[in-house]
């Protein structure tokens, strides 16, 4: 597959409200769209998820924006073939930058796959037509008001809630949301927040059977979640510290994981998040799909990677309107609290024109 160039699209998505996890609040996203044009006209999305700053991880979107411009074009371009496994041979020679590199090799993969016809869940060994979904409730000024949102979710039809925790706000939001509710499907994320001295506390939400317990501790920390987990009964989950299928395989082997959040964005692309959920899946592990806000372009390419065999629980691919008043493609909405993987070639979905417009802040052409 040729490439004759690529767009880079700054779009500016507003959050139908604030988003507060134990790192920061989010009211808006900055999205970076990246957009591969092959010599016979055919072309692929894929959307960068890195944050606005380095918080959730040491990515930021400016910074993605140059490494894709100054190193990972240029990359593919001196291929004879942009193929999108290919890249990771020159991809592997540049240091970090997943995110980077999961927009730009999902831009390809997606324009492959719309040349040959080929949706990407089939590509990827799906099974199912439809996910089901969860969603992620950040942290509120009260509980009154986490009560209010997630009851509004369940009524939605959200079949598991994920609440973001953090010291000072943890055992009693737990609490109320398991005392309101009953036995939903219900489990917490930190994004790091705790350390090991917290262990006995974190072991007070073990009475309240969560499904389990998200990225306590630092995601350098692997000895420390192997340790934690044997002071806890809730599940631990690992999101920040899986940023490759072998680090999926050294958590699982030290003990420091039982279930694993898979990112196509951190783990570098659509490809080793396939690997990753088949090194899960040889060990029993179960894993799901998480979410960085992504707009449909990421959306659906997710929410295909959640149609996988070994991802046996809920992810965090909820419905467009739960973070945007209009999507920049036809919006994913829920159904019996699923959502329909999408079925056309590649990621199935496009921008709509005019929505695109709409938010566009910036655009750029890189070509050979
Ligand atoms: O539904 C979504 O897309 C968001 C799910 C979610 O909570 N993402 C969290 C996370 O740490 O997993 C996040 C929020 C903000 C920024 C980055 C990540």
Redesign the pocket.
Known sequence: MKVTGFELRRIAMPLVSP?R?SFGV?HDRDVLLVRAVTEDGAEGWGECVA?SEP??SSEYVDGAAEVIRRFLIPAVLSLPDADPYQVEVPFAKIKGHPMAKAAVQTALLDAKLRIAGMPLAAHLGAVRDRVPAG??VGIMDSIPELLEAVEGYLAEGYLRI?L?IQPGWDVEPVRAVRERFGDILLQV?A?TAYTLADARHLAKLDPFELLLM??PLPEDDIRGHAELAKQVRTPICL??SITSARAAADAIALGATSVV?I?PGRVGGYLEARRVHDVCAANGVPVWV?????TGIGRAANVALAALPGCVLPG???ASD??FRRDITAPFVLADGHLAVPTGPGVGVDPDPDALAEVTTATEWIAR
């Open positions: 988003f996890t989010e944050m918080l959730y969603v992620s994920k973001k994320d994004n998200e990225q999101d920040e959040n990112k998480g979410g960085m806000l992504e965090d691919t909820s739960r973070y």
